[in-house]
């Protein structure tokens, strides 16, 4: 059994910073990519980053250049460095671990999300 744990939401002001972890559990061999999304009230849930074992990562566009995706293999634990946070970034924020290879199975797993309110 893979669960993901993930922390560091809450709220901030435009501009301020925040940083987000997410924890798998359970007998991990290896996990092909880390990524988180978001999904905001009435809106579908997009890909804000992403970032794979060799290390490549991808960013939306509306984050490039403010957001940092970041993996701690060790720890099976992955990152979002959130930097200049505007409004339009609130959201419940979902950590996805991609391939995570265990001794039975491999599977795909989702965190249960994490509220990132940006507001002054």
């Known amino acids: 059994q893979v669960q993901l744990v993930e922390s560091g939401g809450g709220l901030v002001q435009p501009g301020g910073s925040l940083r987000l972890s997410c924890a798998a559990s359970g007998s991990i061999f290896a996990i092909y990519a880390m990524a988180w999304y978001r999904q905001a009230p009435g809106k579908q849930r997009d890909l804000v980053a992403r970032i794979t074992s060799g290390g490549t990562t991808n960013y939306a566009d509306s984050v490039k250049g403010r957001f940092t995706i970041s993996r701690d293999d060790a720890k099976n634990t992955a990152y979002l460095q959130m930097n200049s946070l505007k409004p339009e970034d609130t959201a419940v924020y979902y950590c996805?671990?991609?391939?995570?290879?265990?001794?039975?199975?491999?599977?795909?797993?989702w965190g249960q999300g994490t509220l990132v309110t940006v507001s002054s």
């Open positions: 996805k671990m991609i391939r995570v290879m265990t001794r039975d199975n491999t599977l795909d797993a």
